[in-house]
């Protein structure tokens, strides 16, 4: 069976920051109970390096994180390998960044997408505004469906 990491991150005492974190929680909890074998989540504040070597173990890998992005709701991706690192430090690296270590360190190359959902608030408090949530739960179904179709064709 093909296994899959669902990996959200975001800051959630930034109020719509949290939206990577939010999703990954939905799809926890409905992963269990139709996909525990298949489906595995994480979470954090932000990518580090380590992280090449987690998804080094999957066949496929979803990043999901907010976006101030004039997206209609969602955006979801597919996601290449890149040498570029586009934060200021070590402690916070992008998606592409990740993958190309991962490719590099350990000679894996696992279908990696990302999944970009709108946010509109960045404030330091906790919660996501109302227009967030509505984009949280339509960024939800569209990948339990990607999910569920990917588990039964594999």
Known sequence: MKKILVYG???PGRQDD??????????KQWADRYFPQAIDVDMNYQLNIEDAEK??????????DASC????HFAYTTL??????????MHAVAPAYVLHLCHTLFGKLPKTHLLHIRGYKWGMQEGLTDEAKQNL???FEAVKKVLTNYLSNN
Request: glycine letters at 8%; a neutral charge; hydrophobic letters at 30%.
């Open 9 to 11: 991150y975001g800051n």
């Open 18 to 27: 949290g939206l990577g974190i939010h999703c990954a929680k939905k799809v």
């Open 55 to 64: 998804i080094s173990h999957y066949d496929e890998v979803i990043f999901a």
């Open 69 to 72: 992005e004039s997206i209609l």
């Open 80 to 89: 290449e390998p890149s040498k570029k690192q586009l934060e200021f430090s």
């Open 137 to 139: 739960n339509k960024s």
